[in-house]
Every structure is written in C-alpha cells, then in structure tokens.
C-alpha cells in the first residue's frame, strides 16, 4: 500500500511561481538528488522562511564539524523515531543507508537504536539525543560528562545539541503539516 499522494496540507506556489533564487535551489536539487525534497517544497509556500531553514540545514548538515555527516543523520534519525516523525525517519533513514552502506543500520535506528551495533562514541550521542529529545529536564551535568567521557570535544557536544534541537523543530512543522515523503526515499541505497 503506498503511502499518501500529498505533499503536506499547505497550498503550494507551482514552479513558475517561485521566485529565481527559490527556482535555482530547485534545479540544484533535481539535478544533485533527482528530485525537490517535499520539505523544500513545503517551505516554498514561505521562501525567505525556505532560504532561512536552507541555509541552516546546510550549515548545520553539510558544513565541517567534528561530527560526521554519518553521525549527524544518525541523530536526526534517533530524535525522529523518538517524535515519530514520519517524513524524516524516511528521508534521514535514507541518508543513513546510503552513508554507512548497510541497509540495516537505517532500520534498526529507526525502530530500536539500542540493537545496533554501535561505537562508545555513537552510543553515547544518541543516548543525548533520546533523552534530550524525550525527556529535556533531565539532561544536566552527568548526560554531559558522559559525552566527554566517549571522547566529544566541547565544539562537538555543541554541534551534537545543535542537530537535536533542529530535528526536534522540524520533526514538529513536518508532523503538523501532515509532510509526507518523497516516495522515492523508500526504495534508494537498499540491497
């Protein structure tokens, strides 16, 4: 059964709505991923709102850190599945596939990040970001000194809160806008 056929439950401007800068991320997009991700889409109805949250995922996904990219769309996938999001446990699930090349590893974050066999290091950011995400008063002191303790430098513990923070916004204004997927997430970096 396929999932549903909207975008989500704003009215969109078509393609020659939009203006040239919104136009040119679009083309970008289509021509580096082979499609315009519904979240793009989505913000389009607001574009300086698109161009704000472009350039914050950008930096914040894309840009040097110490995290790497892996990780990054690890926690994005760990903080969806504790909200349930469904558009960004697909897409950033995707993104975990392809990054780490094991099918598996996207799957069971989604689902259980527990079973996963995982690295102090890792197991250590996505304990942060369950509980930052599930249960926010309770991170002080010892959730931190655990992080150190796997070895992340303060700028990394930044960039690690950073990602969860984020995702915990966009998971919201996906979920509330009913944003569904590209259906092509679903089939990409599978055995």
Not at 50 to 63: D, S, W
Not at 98 to 112: R, T, Y
Not at 174 to 180: F, T
Request: glycine share 4%; aromatic share 10%; with cysteine.
């Amino acid at each position: 059964m396929p999932q549903p056929d909207h975008i989500s439950i704003y009215d969109l401007p078509d393609f020659e709505a939009l203006d040239d800068d919104t136009k040119r991320y679009f083309e970008v997009c289509q021509e580096k991923l082979g499609m315009v991700p519904n979240v793009l889409r989505t913000f389009s109805a607001n574009q300086e709102k698109l161009r704000a949250f472009g350039q914050y995922y950008n930096t914040l996904m894309l840009a040097p850190s110490g995290l790497s990219k892996l990780e990054r769309e690890m926690v994005a996938v760990v903080v969806s599945s504790a909200n349930r999001c469904f558009y960004c446990l697909v897409a950033h699930g995707q993104a975990v596939r392809k990054l780490s090349g094991d099918p598996q590893l996207g799957e069971m974050l989604v689902m259980n990040y527990r079973v996963a066999q995982l690295s102090d290091r890792q197991r250590a950011m996505l304990d942060f970001a369950w509980i930052l995400t599930t249960a926010p008063w309770e991170v002080a002191a010892p959730e931190r000194a655990k992080l150190t303790e796997a070895g992340l430098s303060q700028d990394e513990i930044f960039d690690l809160s950073d990602v969860v923070a984020f995702f915990n916004m966009s998971n919201r204004f996906a979920i509330a806008s009913d944003m569904m997927p590209n259906p092509e997430y679903h089939g990409m970096d599978r055995e």
